[in-house]
């Protein structure tokens, strides 16, 4: 799975690092109550090339909500 999937997850499991009494996803929306009040803010993948000479390439939602945004180079 790549970096942009897991920021977009929603998936619960037992390997999610969310799973618990809070319901928390990777990829959080914001809602009422106790339980969800804050929600993702941004997102950032970058990609570290192995080799000197190439430069790292870096992506970003500039929106909350990874799983409905799109990735673009910065």
Known sequence: MDMFNVLRD???????????????DI?????FGPIR??????????VIPK??????????TCTSLPCLSIFKPI
């Open 27 to 31: 990829c959080m929306h914001g809602a």
């Open 51 to 60: 080799s000197k000479n190439q430069l790292p390439i870096h992506y970003a």
């Open 37 to 46: 009040f804050n929600q993702t803010t941004g997102s950032l993948v970058s």
């Open 10 to 24: 929603h998936q619960q499991s037992k390997d999610c690092p969310g799973n618990g009494l809070t319901n928390v």
